[in-house]
């Protein structure tokens, strides 16, 4: 079963941007029909999917977060990332990467991030 654990920062400080990686061990992101997520949970709040990359390099991202937000991988590192654009406090959460798309299989254990200043 493959294993995901994520990375980064976490304390942002508004207006910036926000990256985190999500390392894959027992599994390559490219193994066929694989789909890779990031989906993160605000306090009090429900899951939020933000976005995927699929094993083959095509990107789905939430729609109310398309113009923050990207999803971009390094098949040498085994690992994919996301990106969030000019976070704001409203952006922190706990912020999760899964393997799938729309239903998720394996999770990692979350990463908090805060934006403040």
């Known amino acids: 079963q493959v294993q995901l654990q994520e990375s980064g920062p976490g304390l942002v400080q508004p207006s910036q941007t926000l990256s985190l990686t999500c390392t894959v061990t027992?599994?390559?992101?490219?193994?066929?029909?694989?789909?890779w997520s990031w989906i993160r949970q605000a306090p009090g709040k429900g899951l939020e999917w933000m976005g995927t990359?699929?094993?083959?390099?095509?990107?789905y991202v939430n729609t109310f977060l398309e113009s923050r937000t990207s999803v971009s991988r390094d098949t040498d590192k085994n690992h994919f990332t996301l990106q969030l654009t000019s976070v704001t406090p409203e952006d922190t959460a706990m912020y999760y990467c899964a393997n799938g798309y729309r239903f998720f299989g394996s999770w990692g254990q979350g990463t908090q991030v805060t934006v403040s200043s």
């Open positions: 027992n599994g390559s992101i490219t193994m066929n029909r694989y789909y």
């Open positions: 990359i699929s094993y083959d390099g095509v990107t």
